[in-house]
């Protein structure tokens, strides 16, 4: 049996988040629980302590904040204003004026596809890279491939979620994985 790995982050903070989200069960699809932060988003007093708490623990560390689509984008744009650096995004494909790379990842079935604007990413930039979800870890690895080509060095990947049985993580072994809540 392996045991899911500990947050990243203080007890409180974790709580907060776990306090926060909401469980429905058979969505979107029957047999999966999917875990919903819109009450978090929707509570700005717990929204403003979750950007606090991670500013305060990448704050020194990092040049710029790459968000995933779409949520990370939610959790990227605060954190980078908090921290008066930048905001890189990553996104789907096709949904960048070019020029753009991109990178092809496996879904359960089929492929997907993130792209990057290779000019947002300064050389030498210490980049944290940050999504609502870590599942199977694709669009994670995806982003560290593009974040690298263009230039930049991640110094993180940080998660609000993580669902550890998925085992997202050995997509990312050797990259430091901060997960505010481990399911």
């Keep these: ?81 908090q921290l008066s650096v930048g905001m890189i995004t990553v996104r789907k494909a096709g949904r960048l004026p070019g020029p753009v790379i991109g990178v092809d990842y496996a879904l359960e079935y089929g492929t997907a596809r993130m792209e990057l604007r290779p000019e947002t990413v300064q050389e030498g930039q210490r980049v944290l890279i940050i999504d609502d979800v870590l599942a199977t870890g694709g669009t994670g690895a995806a982003a560290v491939e593009l974040v690298e080509r263009s230039g930049g060095e991640v110094v993180a990947l940080a998660m609000l979620l993580e669902l550890a049985a998925l085992r997202g993580r050995t997509k990312l072994e050797g990259y430091q994985v901060d997960s505010v809540l481990v399911y």
């Design 1 to 81: 049996m392996t045991t899911a790995p500990a947050s990243a982050f203080p007890a409180e903070l974790t709580d907060l988040v776990r306090d926060h989200v909401r469980e429905i069960p058979n969505f979107p699809a029957p047999g999966v629980l999917f875990r919903d932060i819109t009450p978090l988003l929707a509570d700005g007093e717990a929204f403003g302590s979750l950007v606090r708490g991670l500013a305060e623990k990448y704050d020194g560390t990092i040049d710029a904040v790459a968000g995933l689509e779409s949520r990370g984008f939610i959790l990227a744009a605060p954190l980078a204003l």
